[in-house]
């Protein structure tokens, strides 16, 4: 499991963005803000093979 952590300023969409660009499979993932919320300990989090932390909230990317 990777974690990104977003900058102050970064949106979702640009974390996702950054995350794909510097994937070195060249791996796609989706997200969506609400439905991929995950929080440390649950299944989601445990399996994502990404996680983006955005203020303190995480965020579980999913492969495509």
């Not at 995350?19 to 989601?44: L, S």
């Not at 989090?45 to 955005?54: C, D, G, L, Y």
């Not at 203020?55 to 990317?61: D, I, T």
């Amino acid at each position: 499991m990777n974690i990104y952590l977003c900058k102050p300023d970064e949106t979702l969409e640009q974390a996702l963005e950054a995350v794909m660009e510097k994937d070195p499979d060249g791996r796609k993932f989706t997200c969506d803000e609400e439905k991929d919320r995950c929080y440390i300990g649950d299944e989601a989090f445990a399996n994502a093979p990404v996680i983006v932390n955005k203020n303190n909230q995480y965020y579980a990317l999913k492969q495509i």
